[in-house]
Nanobody, 124 residues
Framework: QVQLVESGGGSVQTGGSLRLSCAASGSTGSSACMGWFRQAQGKERERVACICGGSLSILYADSVKGRFTISRDNAKSTVYLQMNSLKPEDTAMYYC?????????????????WGKGTLVTISL
C-alpha cells in the first residue's frame, strides 16, 4: 500500500515562495513518475509538474515554467515543489501523485496513487 503525504502549503503574499513536500511510504512499484497537480476552486484539476526516471525527465506546465522547480530525493522517498514568484492564480489545492504516465495526462487521470493535498493561498 502506497501512501503519499503532502506538506508545506500555506498562505503567502504575491511574489512569495513556498516549498511543498510529498513523502511516499511503501513501494510505488512501476510508478516511475511523481507529479504535482493542482485544483483551484471551480476549476478542473491540472498538471503542474512531473519528474520521471530518477529526475531524467522533468515537465512543467507553461504557467509555472521559470517559477517552479520539481525535484526528488530517492533516499528520502520525497518529492519537492519549490514555488517562487507566486501569483494569486497559483492559489489551489496541490496534490502529489505517483504513476507511470504523468506526462501523458493533463488532469491526472491514470495516475496510480494520490495524496490528500495541501492548500496554497496567494494573496495580493
Amino acid at each position: 500500500q502506497v501512501q503519499l503525504v503532502e506538506s508545506g502549503g500555506g498562505s503567502v503574499q504575491t511574489g512569495g515562495s513556498l516549498r511543498l513536500s510529498c513523502a511516499a511510504s511503501g513501494s510505488t512499484g512501476s510508478s516511475a513518475c511523481m507529479g504535482w497537480f493542482r485544483q483551484a476552486q471551480g476549476k478542473e484539476r491540472e498538471r503542474v509538474a512531473c519528474i520521471c526516471g530518477g529526475s531524467l525527465s522533468i515537465l512543467y506546465a507553461d504557467s509555472v515554467k521559470g517559477r517552479f522547480t520539481i525535484s526528488r530525493d530517492n533516499a528520502k522517498s520525497t518529492v519537492y515543489l519549490q514555488m517562487n514568484s507566486l501569483k494569486p492564480e497559483d492559489t489551489a489545492m496541490y496534490y502529489c501523485a505517483a504513476g507511470r504516465f504523468c506526462a501523458a495526462t493533463m488532469t491526472g487521470v491514470g495516475m496510480d496513487y494520490w495524496g490528500k493535498g495541501t492548500l496554497v493561498t496567494i494573496s495580493l
